[in-house]
């Protein structure tokens, strides 16, 4: 019976040490939040670090410490906690958009890029004001990575809803230019073209489309740069979107005469010849595009689209494929190539490319977040 009384004495009070903790979490993470509503920052950063040593898996202590070291400009220290909520909770979608922000911020572009795309894929969640930066930043690396048609989507998003801004205006001038560069990167004696370029493009985007002032701001660049790579394609685009289909093709082709190796010309041209049935012009663009750029999936995608029109279907069934291959997400991809396998007689692959497009556009949303999806957000339905 000696014995027994340690034994007894330990197992009462071990119950009260684990109830004292308990208490102790409680009341840090208590003080924590506290700290955090009192904007007292250092202090509720301390007490988050102090309540996530307790308790590791706390989630809420991960967010509460990384939005407060964001909002502190300490991003290597954000981005630690953001990757820590990420690991403890079931839906992180906004602390994708912070990861982006803060890898932006300490120049990891490809990782930014990789968590901004989570973000779009997890519902583009997030306050307004997130959405907001993270979309903006998001297109900057979008045209970096020389995805300009996807960066200027997003940016015109951000115009119709934030109406004019330098920034935005900036950010659309390198997208329409083709040049894949940051904000930061780009050199002064290019501020000119890319602010005359960018003021045209936010105009034609801004709601109602202000297409009279665009124009004038691209007379002005046509003007000053009318023997610079890009300022035709740019000008031929804006053209295509007033429905100036002639005056569209005459930019492209005098692009071409400047830059004889431009591919976004030569596949707008073959897209041109496509639809006006002048198909061997259209399929000598499309494999120029292909010899110039075998990486590009919209090379591929062009002459598919070119040889089935011509009847060379299993050529182009085997270009298409190429093109899904190195853009698997394309829904209109995968839509001609259906029509390529149901022209072939494979039908059960023309029904799996269907039914991936079907897929596809109903997501529609890694580059393209639905307007009324980005209104819920910005009115807090979400």
């Not at 935005?168 to 990167?185: F, H, I, N, V």
């Not at 100036?244 to 431009?262: G, V």
Request: proline content about 5%; charged content about 30%; hydrophobic content about 40%.
């Amino acid at each position: 019976m000696v014995a027994v009384v340690p034994l007894l004495a330990l197992l009462l009070t071990a119950n009260p040490a684990t109830a004292q903790a308990s208490r102790t979490f409680a009341q840090v993470a208590r003080e924590a939040d506290a700290a955090r509503s009192s904007d007292q920052g250092q202090r509720a950063i301390d007490l988050y670090q102090e309540g996530l040593k307790l308790r590791p898996a706390w989630g809420e202590g991960w967010w509460g410490l990384g939005t407060l070291l964001y909002d502190q400009d300490r991003f290597p220290e954000a981005e630690a906690a953001f990757q820590r909520y990420v690991a403890t909770t079931r839906k992180p979608g906004p602390a994708y958009a912070f990861l982006g922000l803060c890898e932006y911020e300490t120049r990891d572009y490809e990782q930014a890029l990789h968590h901004f795309r989570s973000w779009a894929n997890n519902g583009w969640a997030g306050t307004p004001e997130l959405t907001d930066v993270a979309l903006f930043h998001f297109a900057l690396l979008l045209t970096r990575e020389g995805r300009f048609i996807e960066a200027l989507y997003l940016l015109t998003t951000e115009v119709q809803r934030r109406g004019r801004a330098p920034a935005l205006a900036e950010a659309m001038g390198l997208a329409s230019l083709r040049m894949k560069k940051l904000p930061e990167d780009y050199p002064p004696e290019e501020r000119e073209i890319v602010w005359l370029a960018g003021n045209s493009a936010l105009y034609a985007a801004l709601p109602p489309n202000d297409l009279a002032r665009a124009d004038e701001y691209a007379k002005r660049l046509l003007a000053r740069y009318e023997q610079t790579p890009n300022v035709h394609y740019y000008v031929g685009t804006l053209r295509g979107f007033e429905g100036k289909k002639e005056d569209a093709e005459k930019e492209f082709r005098r692009e071409l005469e400047l830059s004889p190796q431009h591919v976004g010309a030569l596949i707008e041209l073959a897209r041109m010849d496509l639809e006006a049935d002048r198909l061997a012009e259209g399929e000598e663009f499309a494999r120029r595009t292909v010899e110039l750029e075998p990486q590009n999936p919209e090379t591929y995608h062009i002459l598919g689209r070119i040889l089935l029109a011509t009847d060379h279907v299993r050529e182009s069934a085997k270009e298409l494929e190429t093109a899904k291959q190195l853009a698997p997400d394309g829904a209109t991809i995968r839509s001609h190539l259906a029509m390529a396998y149901f022209r072939l007689g494979r039908k059960d692959e023309a029904k799996a490319e269907m039914a991936a497009f079907s897929e596809l556009k109903a997501k529609e949303g890694v580059m393209a977040p639905a307007a009324e999806k980005l209104k819920s957000v910005r009115t807090g339905k979400e």
